[in-house]
């Protein structure tokens, strides 16, 4: 038994895409992570912060994007979304799926915030370096471990949707741009992301 503890047009919008990419059956229940009052106190038990996403899998619970998505392709191999151990993509891979949390993700707050802070003193670095980093290696290759779709692209593909034509705070350039429209035209993505986008928009007409 899976259940996915998620809100619509949140940062869990990245692991329900891996869902339906995995296409394994899971429950719903939805967390309303923007209530006045905050979430409910029952969630606390599930994630500490009341933040989403979270899963608890045959009993285990497990939170953090990153670790949700490495849990759910080596419990689910034969969808294909992870290297597997002993591939030389899989250290790639695992950077990849750690890096859009821990750097990419908080740079793109950073930046879109206007925080000011000095670059050596945190984890994550630069806006300008986390971008060049990602263009860099995008302009290698299709994908962001080489020339397949992986975990790792759910990742970055959600993170640039996001910063690009959501936010609107990441530069559009060519190799960006090729690539987001490569991963947005899964049928995964509108199944979930485009969905969520959908339902969000209804709610504020």
Not at 129 to 142: F, I, M
């Amino acid at each position: 038994m899976l259940t996915f503890f998620h809100a619509p047009h949140s940062r869990s919008s990245a692991i329900h895409w891996l869902l339906a990419e995995l296409g394994i059956p899971f429950e719903t229940r939805i967390v309303d992570i923007r209530a006045a009052g905050g979430v409910p106190v029952s969630y606390r038990s599930i994630q500490a912060h009341g933040k989403v996403p979270a899963i608890v899998h045959d009993g285990i619970t497990v939170t953090e994007r990153a670790a949700i998505a490495i849990h759910l392709c080596d419990a689910f191999p034969d969808a294909g979304m992870a290297p597997p151990v002993g591939d030389r993509r899989r250290g790639p891979y695992l950077s990849w799926l750690t890096y859009v949390d821990a750097v990419l993700d908080p740079a793109i707050t950073a930046h879109m915030n206007r925080w000011q802070y000095e670059p050596r003193g945190v984890a994550f670095g630069t806006f300008d370096d986390a971008l060049a980093h990602v263009e860099r290696t995008l302009a290698a290759s299709p994908y962001i471990t080489g020339e397949s779709f992986t975990a790792a692209d759910v990742a970055l593909g959600s993170a640039l949707y996001w910063g690009l034509d959501i936010l609107k705070v990441i530069p559009e350039t060519p190799v960006l741009r090729g690539y987001l429209d490569r991963v947005s035209r899964r049928s995964a993505f509108h199944r979930t992301i485009g969905e969520d986008l959908a339902e969000s928009a209804a709610e504020a007409a």
